[in-house]
């Protein structure tokens, strides 16, 4: 179960930036917008990062130390080559800065735990929300 849930967590993380319709940062809102209205709300955002943090938090500590973090760090690099071409704009590359250790470890101790991962939702739906419209939709992932 946990193996399956990773793979669809993996997927939704960094999979292609553009779906078929090739709409910039369409299959992140695909899997990030939990209410398919058509934008990702900070309530999904806050969702789907617990979901996240639970998938990679191997040994159910509340935290991800430094070997699990390494782990999600592999997993979003490995995912990325999938989407090579699709990951590179601003909006991607904002929505791969909002994972990272550097990010989401408040205290700097190298670990982070459950919550400093969700206390940082509002962080990185700022850094995504381009628009400042309070949601994030696909022209939040366009070139700008």
Excluded: C
Aim: hydrophobic share 40%; proline share 1%.
């Amino acid at each position: 179960m946990k193996r399956t849930v990773l793979t669809l967590v993996l997927l939704t993380l960094v999979g292609p930036a553009w779906a078929q319709n090739h709409q910039p940062g369409a299959h992140f809102i695909e899997n990030w917008d939990l209410d398919g209205d058509g934008a990702v709300s900070l309530e999904d955002i806050k969702t789907r990062r617990e979901d996240v943090f639970l998938t990679f938090d191997a040994d159910e500590n509340g935290a991800l130390d430094a070997e699990e973090y390494m782990l999600f760090d592999e997993a979003r690099a490995n995912d990325m080559k999938t989407i090579e071409g699709h990951g590179n704009g601003i909006g991607m590359r904002r929505a791969l800065e909002g994972m990272t250790l550097a990010f989401n470890d408040s205290d700097g101790n190298g670990e982070v735990s459950r919550d400093e991962f969700l206390t940082h939702a509002g962080d990185w739906m700022a850094m995504l929300d381009r628009n400042g419209d309070g949601s994030v939709a696909n022209a939040d992932f366009g070139r700008q």
